[in-house]
C-alpha cells in the first residue's frame, strides 16, 4: 500500500527539482521595458537603504535584497524567480550544455573524491573511473572534510589554466601526478539511446537545452543505421529548458509549416512557432512517455505531437506548466527569471494548472494527486475538476484533448509504488548504490568485457542483496523491514544499473531500468 507521508515528501523533493529544472522557459532580450524604472528609487530600495544604514544590528543587505524580490515574484506566479548567482550560473550552465572545467563526475566516499564518469573528448581523458584524487596542486586534498561546494570550485575554472591531480588507481599502490589543462566541457541532453526491440529505438532526453537538437539527431541517424524504424522518445521526469530547443525537437516529427506552439501575453503580441523541413523523423511510428514530472518544453514538444495525431502519448499526466520566462540578468551574476507570456499547443490549448490558491498549494498539488489516487488509476484523474466539464478542443483527427493541468496521456500506465519507497530515496540520496559499486563490485564487473555480455548473463544474487543491505545499515540505521521486502526487487535492479553505469555509462544504466519497466513495454506495445 502507498503510503501518503512518504509519498509527499518524495513527491515534495522531486518538485523543487523541477520548479528549478523549468525556472528558463525562453530569452528573449537582455535588457527590461521601455519606461520601467530601476533607478533605485522605488520604495523596496529606499527601505533596504534605510536598513544598511540605519539598522541597530549588522545584516547582509545583499541577502536581503534577494528574498524581497523573491518573495514579490512568487506572488505574481510559481515561476516568476529571483536566482541568487551561483544559481543562476548552474541552471545556464547545465542548458548552455557546457561549461569549463576538466569533466569529470564524482562520488565522495570516506572523505575522498572517487572519479565515477569521464566525459568524451574532455581535458580528463588521461583520468580513469575509479581513480582516488589524493592530492590537488601538491596539496592535501583527501581528508580535508570535503564538501561539493568546494570540489566545483577548485576542479573549475578558466581555459587552459592547469591543474595537478595526484592519483592512487586501484589496482595500483604507486601515486601519479596527471597535469590537465581546464578547458570546453560538453555537457549532452541525452540520457540514453538504443535498440529497444526489433526495429524499435528509444531515446531519454534529461533536459531541453541548446544542444539537444544537434544530439538527438546524431543519436537518431546512429540508431538508422542499426535498424530502427520506430521510435520510442523518453521525456519522463523532463522539467523542461528552452522553448526554441523543444521547437526544434518539434520539428524532427513534423511536416514543414505545422504549428508547433504560439505564445502571448499582455506585453508580448502572438508569436507562432512552425515546423522547419529538416525534420529526421516526420513519418515513421512515435511514442512519447511522460509522467508527473515532466514540464514546460517537454509538455509543448507531447502537446504539438499529440494535436496532430503524430505520437501516442503514453504514462501519467504531465506536470501542468504553461508559462514562459524572460531571463533578466543583474551586473553581480545574479537574475530574474520573470513570466512574460503563456503558450498555447496548437489545437489552442494552455495546460497551466491553477495557482489561484497560492504558491504551497501550488507545491502540495502533485501531493493531491497522490491522495486521489491519480497515479494509480485513469478514472481518477478523468475526475479531477478540470477534466470533468467539457472541452472545445480536439486533435486533427477529432480526438478530444483537454487543457489546464497538464497533457493527459493516450495510453495510461499506472505508477509502480514499489519504485519510490522512502528507503529506496533514502540509499539514492546516501549514494548507497553507487558507493557499494565501488567498494564491493569491482570483482564482478572485471569479469565482463562488454555491457552487452553483463547486461544479459548477471544479475544481483540474494547473497549481494543480503550484503547490499548489511552495508547500508551503516549508513542508514534504521531501515523499516517491510520496505526491504517491498523494495527487494528494485533494489537488485539499481545495484546493476549503477553497476553498469559506472563501467559503461547512462546507456546501459538505463537499458538496466528499463528491462522491467511497463510504460515503456506498453509504449512498444502501442507503436507495434
Known amino acids: 500500500m502507498f503510503d501518503m507521508k512518504k509519498g509527499a515528501s518524495i513527491i515534495f523533493r522531486s518538485l523543487i527539482l523541477i520548479l528549478i529544472g523549468i525556472a528558463i522557459g525562453l530569452f528573449m532580450a537582455?535588457?527590461?521595458?521601455?519606461?520601467?524604472?530601476?533607478?533605485?528609487?522605488?520604495?523596496?530600495?529606499?527601505?533596504?537603504?534605510?536598513?544598511?544604514?540605519?539598522?541597530?544590528?549588522?545584516?547582509?543587505?545583499?541577502?536581503?535584497?534577494?528574498?524581497?524580490?523573491?518573495?514579490?515574484?512568487?506572488?505574481?506566479?510559481?515561476?516568476?524567480?529571483?536566482?541568487?548567482?551561483?544559481?543562476?550560473?548552474?541552471?545556464?550552465?547545465?542548458?548552455?550544455?557546457?561549461?569549463?572545467?576538466?569533466?569529470?563526475?564524482?562520488?565522495?566516499?570516506?572523505?575522498?573524491?572517487?572519479?565515477?564518469?569521464?566525459?568524451?573528448?574532455?581535458?580528463?581523458?588521461?583520468?580513469?573511473?575509479?581513480?582516488?584524487?589524493?592530492?590537488?596542486?601538491?596539496?592535501?586534498?583527501?581528508?580535508?572534510?570535503?564538501?561539493?561546494?568546494?570540489?566545483?570550485?577548485?576542479?573549475?575554472?578558466?581555459n587552459d589554466t592547469e591543474i595537478a591531480l595526484s592519483i592512487i588507481r586501484p589496482a595500483e599502490k604507486s601515486i601519479k601526478i596527471y597535469h590537465i589543462k581546464r578547458g570546453h566541457v560538453d555537457l549532452s541532453s541525452l540520457d540514453a539511446a538504443y535498440i529497444a526491440a526489433p526495429s524499435t529505438g528509444y531515446i531519454k532526453i534529461s533536459k531541453f537545452a541548446s544542444t539537444t537538437d544537434a544530439d538527438f539527431r546524431g543519436a537518431l541517424k546512429k540508431l538508422k543505421a542499426d535498424g530502427m524504424q520506430k521510435l520510442v522518445l523518453d521525456l519522463r521526469g523532463n522539467g523542461g529548458g528552452y522553448l526554441n530547443s523543444a521547437t526544434e525537437l518539434a520539428s524532427e516529427f513534423l511536416d514543414k509549416g505545422k504549428l508547433i506552439v504560439y505564445t502571448k501575453g499582455v506585453h508580448q503580441p502572438r508569436e507562432e512557432y512552425l515546423a522547419s523541413d529538416s525534420g529526421l523523423f516526420q513519418h515513421g511510428k512515435l511514442a512519447v512517455l511522460i509522467d508527473e514530472y515532466s514540464a514546460s518544453a517537454s509538455e509543448i514538444l507531447a502537446g504539438a505531437l499529440q494535436d496532430f495525431d503524430r505520437a501516442t502519448i503514453v504514462g501519467r499526466r504531465s506536470f501542468g506548466k504553461g508559462l514562459v520566462q524572460q531571463q533578466f540578468p543583474f551586473g553581480d551574476g545574479s537574475a530574474v527569471n520573470l513570466t512574460v507570456a503563456r503558450y498555447y499547443t496548437p489545437s489552442g490549448r494552455s495546460?497551466?494548472?491553477?495557482?489561484?490558491?497560492?504558491?504551497?498549494?501550488?507545491?502540495?498539488?502533485l501531493n493531491e494527486r497522490?491522495?486521489?489516487?491519480?497515479?494509480?488509476?485513469?478514472?481518477?484523474?478523468?475526475?479531477?475538476s478540470s477534466f470533468k466539464t467539457a472541452t472545445a478542443y480536439h486533435t486533427s483527427g477529432g480526438r478530444k484533448v483537454f487543457s489546464g493541468g497538464g497533457i493527459m496521456p493516450d495510453v495510461f500506465v499506472p505508477a509502480d509504488t514499489s519504485e519510490n519507497t522512502m528507503l529506496i530515496q533514502e540509499l539514492n540520496n546516501q549514494q548507497l548504490f553507487s558507493a557499494f559499486v565501488l567498494d564491493k563490485m569491482q570483482p564482478v564487473l572485471s569479469k565482463f568485457n562488454t555491457d552487452d555480455s553483463f547486461l544479459k548473463n548477471y544479475n544481483v544474487s540474494d547473497d549481494q542483496f543480503d550484503n547490499f543491505i548489511v552495508y547500508a545499515s551503516k549508513t542508514l540505521k534504521e531501515m523499516d523491514s517491510n520496505e526491504i521486502k517491498i523494495s527487494r526487487d528494485n533494489i537488485k535492479l539499481l545495484l546493476k544499473a549503477y553497476a553498469a553505469r559506472y563501467k559503461w555509462g547512462d546507456t546501459a544504466y538505463f537499458q538496466v531500468i528499463n528491462s522491467d519497466d511497463n510504460t515503456l513495454k506498453k509504449a512498444i506495445e502501442s507503436i507495434n
Do not use: C, W
Request: aromatic share 8%; no cysteine; net charge negative.
Open 351 to 365: 495546460i497551466q494548472k491553477s495557482y489561484k490558491g497560492g504558491l504551497e498549494s501550488y507545491r502540495n498539488e
Open 370 to 384: 497522490v491522495q486521489k489516487g491519480e497515479l494509480f488509476s485513469e478514472e481518477s484523474y478523468l475526475k479531477d
Open 30 to 158: 537582455d535588457n527590461v521595458r521601455p519606461g520601467m524604472s530601476l533607478n533605485g528609487n522605488s520604495k523596496i530600495s529606499k527601505v533596504l537603504q534605510l536598513v544598511h544604514r540605519k539598522y541597530v544590528d549588522s545584516v547582509n543587505v545583499d541577502s536581503i535584497e534577494g528574498v524581497t524580490v523573491n518573495d514579490l515574484l512568487q506572488s505574481l506566479d510559481p515561476h516568476s524567480l529571483y536566482l541568487p548567482p551561483q544559481q543562476a550560473e548552474s541552471i545556464n550552465e547545465r542548458l548552455d550544455g557546457e561549461f569549463n572545467g576538466i569533466g569529470i563526475e564524482y562520488q565522495l566516499l570516506r572523505d575522498t573524491l572517487i572519479i565515477t564518469q569521464v566525459y568524451n573528448d574532455s581535458p580528463a581523458q588521461k583520468v580513469l573511473t575509479g581513480d582516488r584524487v589524493i592530492d590537488v596542486n601538491s596539496k592535501k586534498f583527501s581528508g580535508t572534510h570535503l564538501t561539493h561546494t568546494y570540489v566545483n570550485k577548485i576542479f573549475k575554472g578558466q
